[in-house]
């Protein structure tokens, strides 16, 4: 099934641990991002790519770090996660950072930092 | 800054019609996307304007106004199944997203 998945979908996770969320498309998109959705705030975007080998930072990168090896994973890291890193993260895909494309989602990864 | 405003919440009674305004405000323009996003799930998307003007897409319709920095959503012969959060989006220069915080419709029987 052509999309998007992530992985986990949810964790808990204690404070100072280190945690990669995986993202992997299949629709053969160039564009990929990260977002985290909290409650009363709108989706705000940590890192995207906008092609395989290429990353940039988004509104709240700090704490987070990313890597594009190839065109279909995009995996974010969480160095030392912090509770205010508790959050619902999305991963995204578009065929192109240009206009007019929409962005397709993951499911979303819940996660706890205690 | 860049900003995006829209309600909160609003409440409309099924069968009805129902517009979700959503003002904004971006470093450069590329365009106004509108999702839909269920509890629990992902945002799916419903429709980009960039043009002034509404499009019409079945039962929804959006809106913009460039020079008012406007735009909104409509939805038409409302369902239970449209009970949801609609996200509003604004493209900016650098072709990101810029994200309203969205609007919970609550539909009534």
């Known amino acids: 099934i052509a999309g998007i998945t992530q992985a986990p979908t949810s964790q808990i996770l204690a404070a100072g641990r280190r945690m990669t969320l995986r993202c992997t498309q299949d629709m053969r998109h160039n564009a990929m991002y990260w977002y985290r959705q909290d409650l009363g705030l709108g989706l705000r975007l940590i890192h995207y790519?906008?092609?395989?080998?290429?990353?940039g930072k988004g509104e709240v990168p700090d704490g987070y770090s990313v890597s594009r090896a190839n065109t279909d994973d995009f995996p974010l890291t969480l160095a030392s996660a912090v509770p205010s890193q508790t959050s619902v993260y999305f991963c995204?895909?578009?065929?192109?950072?240009?206009?007019?494309?929409?962005?397709?989602f993951g499911p979303g990864t819940r996660l706890t930092v205690l | 800054g860049q900003n995006i405003d829209q309600p909160t919440e609003m409440t409309a009674t099924e069968g009805a019609i129902v517009q979700i305004n959503c003002t904004y405000q971006?470093?450069?323009?590329?365009?106004l996307f509108w999702y839909q996003q269920h509890a629990g799930e992902a945002p799916t998307f419903l429709s980009y304007?960039?043009l002034d003007g509404l499009e019409e897409k079945g039962r929804f319709s959006s809106f913009l106004s460039r020079s008012k920095g406007y735009s909104y959503l409509l939805l038409k012969e409302l369902q239970m199944k449209d009970s949801a959060s609609y996200l509003c989006a604004a493209m900016d220069s650098n072709y990101q997203l810029i994200w309203g915080a969205g609007t919970k419709l609550i539909i009534k029987p």
């Open positions: 304007n960039v």
């Open positions: 995204a895909s578009s065929d192109s950072p240009s206009s007019y494309n929409e962005q397709f």
């Open positions: 790519s906008n092609t395989a080998g290429t990353t």
């Open positions: 971006t470093s450069g323009f590329n365009g």
